[in-house]
């Protein structure tokens, strides 16, 4: 994040909204919008959003995944396909 670029106060995105809105839109990058000199608001794309979500849940799964290690949750592979297969063939009907 560029500070000098990215970071408009409040009263920027109130007379300038159609302005930003192209602007991130086109740049992917986001705005950070500030009141009274606090960080408020983050305004981003939907592509760079969608990506930020996708991001977020893959680090969910693998601290899942980790917290499950960590514990001794484990099954062997052969089993973990097994039980996928088994939930493929109930969701599809394929039986």
Do not use: H
């Amino acid at each position: 994040m560029n500070l000098k670029s990215d970071v408009k106060p409040i009263t920027y995105l109130k007379n300038n909204t159609a302005e930003l809105v192209r602007d991130v839109s086109q740049s992917g990058r986001t705005m950070l919008i500030t009141q009274n000199g606090e960080a408020k608001v983050v305004v981003m794309d939907v592509e760079t959003y969608s990506r930020w979500r996708g991001a977020l849940a893959l680090m969910k799964m693998i601290s899942q995944g980790e917290a499950d290690a960590d514990s001794g949750r484990l099954i062997l592979q052969d089993e973990a396909f097994a039980r996928a297969e088994k939930a493929i063939v109930r969701a599809t009907g394929d039986e």
